[in-house]
């Protein structure tokens, strides 16, 4: 059998393996922004090289990160996107908003990057911090959107955004998306202490634009932006009106704003249908139309919507088949996952199945609530082998929730999936596979390899 060579995108991932992965395994108190600083530093600043939008929250970042990715394509500026994380290939996470780079660009910043990552003596980097997987796919991204020559990049944080690898960028606006409670054993068991996180993206004069927020979290995220000179736009007060109407072809929005002091101006309404038909997207639409008009004074409407139309990630309410469907979409809180049970409705509407899984950090009470009444039958497994998981506890918090689903469990994910379409295919009901992202993607690697 002939080997098949791999890609130099592919040698890359596989050198990255030596380091250590944060995504898998984090340790609280250990994550600092000096190995960064040193990396930018030894690799001459590459993070300098063009224009970004800095982008963290706890839902809907990367759905966000891709619209304003595509309304700058859109107006022809040669743009980078740094998401996280990727479900099929590590390319998805180093790209254009409209996909991968050529292979060469990829081989020609991992000829940058791994030498000079290699002649690092330990003892020169602070505190002896070997640089982690995070942080070295970060440096990556930074090198391989110097070496494409790019115009602009939208960057998303990873975890938080103080201490966060990303958070070495000088960017030209700040974005933070709806902030709720994720990550409590890393970034703060309350509203208040993980906005205080995510604020930390905010620099010194940039503009920061922020997306509907709770009371608590839009105090802190102000007084923040207040005390580091950085006005602040709120879509609460940006947005006039917001219209938006789900279906199988993605999401009808109609969108007008009203004219803040200092913020944009738009001639007329966006409208526009955006690929991914969850309902939240009205809203991350919304901002990521105000930021790119802010950026860009020179965008026409027709531009915007042009960029809207083309924004699309994989596991945001991805339907895989019509007969029955299956749908994708990772819903990890419980605002969202509210939100993608009532656009799964609107679209779906009848009898329904849904496989779901969560981290153990998550409120799976909750979310039992509002996904017992909500369907026949419902599959519980774990995440996958890179989330720690409680299934006991989930198993009892869906005995108790008031409905009358048929429950079933089992703690093998891959077995759990072939299930859960099998029955969902038997009965000729939609699927809906939601909760861990890391449930999504094994769902994804399963059922549409690439």
Not at 47 to 52: H, I, L, N, T, V
Not at 180 to 205: D, F, P, Q, W
Not at 391 to 399: N, P, T
Request: aromatic letters at 8%; charged letters at 25%; proline letters at 5%.
């Amino acid at each position: 059998m002939a080997m098949v060579k791999k890609r130099q995108s592919e040698l890359f991932s596989d050198w990255l393996e030596n380091y250590i992965d944060y995504e898998r395994i984090k340790k609280k108190d250990e994550f600092s922004l000096d190995t960064m600083r040193y990396l930018v530093e030894r690799f001459r600043h590459p993070e300098r090289a063009f224009k970004s939008v800095h982008v963290a929250g706890s839902k809907g970042k990367g759905s966000v990160s891709a619209m304003i990715g595509r309304i700058f394509e859109a107006s022809g500026r040669s743009t980078g996107l740094y998401t996280s994380p990727h479900m099929l290939d590590f390319t998805e996470r180093v790209a254009r908003p409209s996909g991968a780079f050529d292979d060469e660009l990829y081989g020609r910043a991992a000829d940058i990057v791994v030498p000079l990552v290699e002649s690092i003596i330990p003892s020169n980097v602070p505190g002896n911090a070997e640089p982690t997987w995070f942080e070295l796919v970060t440096l990556f991204a930074f090198v391989a959107f110097r070496e494409a020559g790019l115009d602009w990049a939208v960057i998303e944080t990873g975890l938080g955004g103080r201490l966060d690898a990303t958070n070495v960028i000088i960017p030209e606006a700040a974005v933070i998306t709806p902030i709720e409670l994720e990550h409590t054993e890393y970034l703060g068991s309350t509203v208040a202490l993980i906005a205080g996180e995510k604020a930390g993206i905010i620099k010194e004069g940039v503009p920061v634009f922020l997306s509907e927020q709770t009371a608590e979290a839009r105090t802190v995220l102000e007084e923040t932006a207040r005390k580091r000179r950085a006005i602040a736009f709120s879509m609460e007060d940006a947005v006039r009106s917001m219209e938006a109407e789900s279906s199988v072809r993605g999401l009808d929005v109609t969108l007008s704003f009203n004219r803040l002091n200092g913020g944009p101006s738009f001639e007329r309404p966006i409208k526009a249908l955006i690929p991914m038909p969850n309902a939240i997207q009205a809203r991350n639409a919304a901002l990521a139309a105000y930021v790119s008009k802010y950026l860009i004074p020179d965008l026409d409407e027709a531009t915007i919507e042009r960029g809207l139309s083309r924004a699309w990630l994989p596991g945001r309410f991805e339907i895989l088949g019509r007969e029955p469907a299956i749908v994708l979409d990772g819903a990890h809180t419980v605002r969202s996952l509210t939100l993608t049970v009532e656009t799964f409705k609107r679209v779906f509407p009848g009898q329904a199945h849904i496989l779901f899984a969560c981290a153990a950090d998550k409120d799976v009470e909750s979310m039992a609530g509002i996904i017992v009444p909500a369907f026949e039958r419902v599959t519980l497994t774990k995440p996958g082998i890179k989330k720690t998981s409680d299934l006991d506890r989930a198993v009892s918090a869906f005995q108790t929730a008031r409905g009358g689903a048929e429950l079933a469990v089992d703690e093998r994910f891959d077995r759990a999936i072939l299930a859960a379409v099998a029955n969902a295919k038997s009965a000729g009901v939609p699927l809906l596979i939601t909760g861990s992202f890391y449930l999504v993607t094994e769902a994804k690697s399963l059922l549409a390899p690439s």
